[in-house]
Every structure is written in structure tokens, then in C-alpha cells.
């Protein structure tokens, strides 16, 4: 999108833009910075392997006719549990 200040920055996705815009320390988003590179740039950068799972995850929830809201809803759900995974590991 144009003149918008959270989005696609370089080459980095949105969620890059947001960890570095607001000074995001968290291992664990980092990590998931990565595989949301992956699966969102398609440029195998971080080499994650995991980005298909979200990948394939996030878009069969579209097939499935959920709304917008209700991929987002799902998507912080997943990604809160993600993330509590990774801070565990």
C-alpha cells in the first residue's frame, strides 16, 4: 500500500516494519518475524520451514470463507501460541 507507514519496507514484510519500528527485543517475535517473511515474501530469506505451516494455516482459513476480522482474530490466537512456544524452547 502507498503513503501508509506499516507496510512492506525494503525488504522486509509488515511485521519486520513493526519489530524494528517499535524497538522489539522478544527472541520469539523475531523468530516469528522470520517465518512470516518467508511465507509472506515467498523469497526463502530465513530458510524457515515452518513459514509453510503458517502459510498454508492462514490461507486455507480464506477458503474456508472466514472474514478478514476472523483471520486476524485466529491468526493473534496462533501466533500468541507460537510465541509461547518459542520462549519456551
Given at each position: 500500500m502507498a503513503d501508509v507507514e506499516f507496510t512492506h519496507h525494503g525488504?522486509?514484510?509488515?511485521?519486520e516494519t513493526l519489530?524494528?519500528?517499535f524497538g522489539v527485543e522478544d527472541k520469539a517475535a523475531h523468530l516469528i518475524a522470520e517465518?512470516?517473511?518467508d511465507a509472506d515474501l515467498e523469497d526463502d530469506k530465513f530458510h524457515r520451514i515452518d513459514c509453510i505451516g503458517i502459510d498454508r494455516?492462514?490461507?486455507g482459513w480464506g477458503r474456508l470463507g472466514l472474514t478478514d476480522e476472523e483471520i486476524m482474530k485466529n491468526?493473534?490466537?496462533?501466533?500468541?501460541?507460537l510465541s509461547a512456544w518459542l520462549r519456551e524452547r
Open positions: 525488504d522486509d514484510c509488515t511485521f519489530i524494528k519500528r517465518m512470516i517473511h494455516v492462514l490461507k491468526g493473534f490466537e496462533c501466533f500468541d501460541a
